[in-house]
């Protein structure tokens, strides 16, 4: 069986616990008293306006920010551990990356892989079957070769997706996955996001795009400074609910 | 041919062939890092903040790279600190410290008796390199060599997307720092064929010209080392025969190298970009 369809690490701990997480820049207060439970295998929207600290906590989960105070535990480890581990993955947006960078698709995936290998990171075998498998899960085998630079927007998501798929992570971080996105990305994603599912993993979508976060999340996290409330879809995504994370404005849904 | 080998007959000449082409590879490895990073500014300022080093070094009668490191991290240091401290935006906090750092420099040239001459420091000194210069030079474009072979991978990564480096576990403050140490040894080694002032050039033209002709980050960082090396041995050439400052022919012929690159590169050159829209 190739590495990148081997099964992902099963876990009696649930993939991220966040306790009682704060978080300040310099005294500025980002986060308070944030916390949350995620088990394996689900797919979760975590909805905010702009500055109510998604982006904060995701940053907290990759170990970017440091805590002032409270815990976070992924698959029962601190976050450095797990990452250690390989389990987190974080898929920025494209807005993000510098898309001029002289690297083909082939290079970015290959990236996935760097955390499993020796100091010198010389791909073996093993490293390039499941970069291969990881490419052509996203549909981008026939691209490999290109400079990501020549990529539309959502073919450059998806290798970005199958950088995460290569690095065999147990946790995926997404950070706005269908800003700017064809519609065929789209499908593909939500496509392969129910694999996920169905493999272990645990999907945390950062979004303000809220019809895609009932079309398929199972929970949603609604967070403004904190965590106002998270559970399953149907029951947290009330209109109350969403006045309380837009400040009494609810976008269109 | 006198014109190639006459030169090669002073042995100042040889050594000065010798050390500006190690120096102009070692630079033209780390500018592709620079370039990609966009740190041109830090690198301009690395290289000013040197210069008290330098001076203090010399005036202890200790090697001169050690007191150019220490203050070329200091500066990184204090930019970093700065900037965490209070409401200045970075490029500010960069302009303001590494031209403290250079006049606190002059003013200890001025002040500590030495044999340093200013405008070695200022402007290089290939053509009078001394043995134990030499060494010093040969030791720092070793280690650099080394460590941006070692690493060179990582760094690509954190060049590209720190936040995925950092969630697989590679320490990225580790890569910043190591970066930053390599940037202070190369400037040092740059100081002594083009001096403080047009080392920035050295450590940031390469990698452009180079960026402009490829895609691909391997062929990159040899194209970088090629225009490199080759700038260095031509610039001293010409300086020779047109008994002109080596520094400045060196710079000027990467200059040259860019521009032509910037013409008629296959893909990003000015030429065949406009080219490719009226077609």
Known sequence: MSPAMQPIATCPEPRIAVEQLCVDYNGEVALYDASLTLPAGCICGLVGMNGAG???????????????????????????????????????????????????????????????MNLLRIPRPSDRVAVRDALQRVDLLDLARRPIGALSGGQRKRAFLARAIAQRASVLLL???????????????AQLFLQFRSEGRTILISTHDLSHVSDFCDLVVLINRT???????????????????????VPKR | MTWLLDPLTHAFMVRALLVSALVGGVCGLLSCYMTLKGWALMGDAVSHAVMPGVVVAYALGLPFSLGAFVFGVGSVAAIGFVKQKS???????????????????????????????????????????????????????????????????????FCFDPTHARSIGINTGLLHYLLLSVLSLTAVAGLQTVGVI??????????????????????????????????????????YWSDSSTAGCIVLVQTGLFLLAFLLAPRYGILNAHRSQAS
Request: proline letters at 3%; a neutral charge; hydrophobic letters at 50%.
């Open chain 1, 54 to 116: 998604k982006s904060t906590l995701f940053k907290a989960l990759t170990g970017f920010v440091r805590p002032s105070h409270g815990r976070i535990r992924i698959n029962g480890l601190s976050v450095l551990a797990a990452q250690q581990q390989q389990a987190v993955a974080y898929v920025p947006q494209s807005e993000g990356i510098d898309c001029q960078f002289p690297v083909s698709v082939w290079d970015v995936v290959m990236m996935g892989r760097y955390g499993s």
């Open chain 2, 87 to 157: 409401r200045i935006k970075e490029d500010t906090v960069i302009g303001l410290v590494f031209t403290g750092f250079f006049a606190l420099g002059l003013v200890l040239v001025s002040k500590v008796r030495s044999n340093i001459d200013l405008t070695h420091i200022l402007f290089g000194n290939v053509l009078g390199i001394s043995s134990s210069d030499l060494q010093q030079t040969l030791l720092i474009t070793a280690l650099v060599v080394v460590l941006l072979l070692v690493f060179r991978r990582d760094l690509l990564l």
């Open chain 1, 175 to 189: 950070d706005e996955p269908f800003n700017g996105v064809d519609v065929r990305t789209e499908t593909l994603m």
């Open chain 1, 227 to 249: 965590v106002l409330a998270y559970g399953n879809t149907s029951e947290v995504f009330t209109p109350e609910n969403l006045a309380r994370t837009f400040g009494g404005m």
């Open chain 2, 198 to 239: 047009l080392v920035v050039a050295m450590l940031v033209t390469p990698g452009a010209t180079a960026y402009l002709l490829t895609d691909r980050f391997d062929r990159m960082t040899v194209l970088a080392v090629a225009s490199s090396v080759l700038s260095s041995v031509i610039g001293v050439y010409v300086s």
